[in-house]
């Protein structure tokens, strides 16, 4: 009776097994977690993009032709900022989703969404808000044709309104009913008082080209 012949033996690498494998694998998982750490740790050369936070770090913000030094975490927003640290409440928080416009002001002269973006990218740049378009109790002409057309009802969304005018007016001093409807739809106004707005919006353009506002 002839017996079966013996398998041969495995070679070591044969022999290396699924769950060694898993193991070694591991093991260098770890050890670059480890190395990961340290190299987090190290002084970053020369060059290279500092990281800052998660705590406080000092800021300034030049609002209104004038700075402000805060310190705030990285992930707070412009808006935040504004209003819960330099009580410049003028902006609205409203859908703090960048849907609804009324947290609008301006940097560097455009129209951007202020829970949209983070206050330490705000550093260095022009930031313009509703509180700066009134100098010695007289109204921007923007604002003043908002009253003269009941733009405003509820007036909640209304600073976001008037910013987010001004910016289009500075760089559309002429425009047509479809330059503005399209020019302000980025703000959306609960009322429906976007008749009234759209009008302010022509008589303001002409009070800014140095006619008259009013009759």
């Known amino acids: 009776m002839s017996r079966k012949k013996d398998k041969p033996r495995k070679s070591a690498a044969e022999?290396?097994?699924?769950?060694?494998?898993?193991?070694?694998?591991?093991?260098?998982?770890?050890?670059?977690?480890?190395?990961?750490?340290?190299?987090?740790?190290?002084?970053?050369?020369?060059?290279a993009t500092q990281v800052l936070g998660p705590g406080a770090v000092p800021i300034t913000l030049k609002i209104n032709g004038r700075p402000h030094k805060l310190n705030v975490e990285p992930r707070v927003t412009l808006l935040d900022a504004l209003r819960n640290h330099l009580d410049i409440t003028g902006a609205k928080k409203v859908c703090d989703r960048a849907a609804c416009g009324a947290c609008t002001v301006t940097l560097n002269g455009n129209p951007v969404y202020a829970c949209a973006v983070l206050a330490i990218e705000a550093q260095g740049k022009e930031i313009q808000t509703i509180e700066s378009l009134t100098t010695g109790g007289k109204l921007h002409p923007v604002s003043a044709a908002f009253v003269e057309h009941d733009a405003q009802q509820c007036g909640f969304c209304t600073p976001g309104f008037v910013m987010a005018v001004k910016a289009f007016l500075d760089k559309n001093p002429n425009p047509t009913m479809q330059d503005i409807e399209k020019g302000l739809g980025g703000n959306l106004c609960r009322c429906g008082t976007y008749v009234g707005v759209r009008q302010a919006v022509l008589e303001a353009a002409k009070a800014m080209k140095g006619g008259k506002a009013h009759a």
């Open 15 to 47: 022999a290396f097994s699924r769950r060694d494998f898993l193991k070694g694998a591991g093991v260098a998982v770890s050890g670059g977690l480890m190395v990961g750490e340290q190299v987090a740790g190290a002084t970053p050369p020369e060059g």
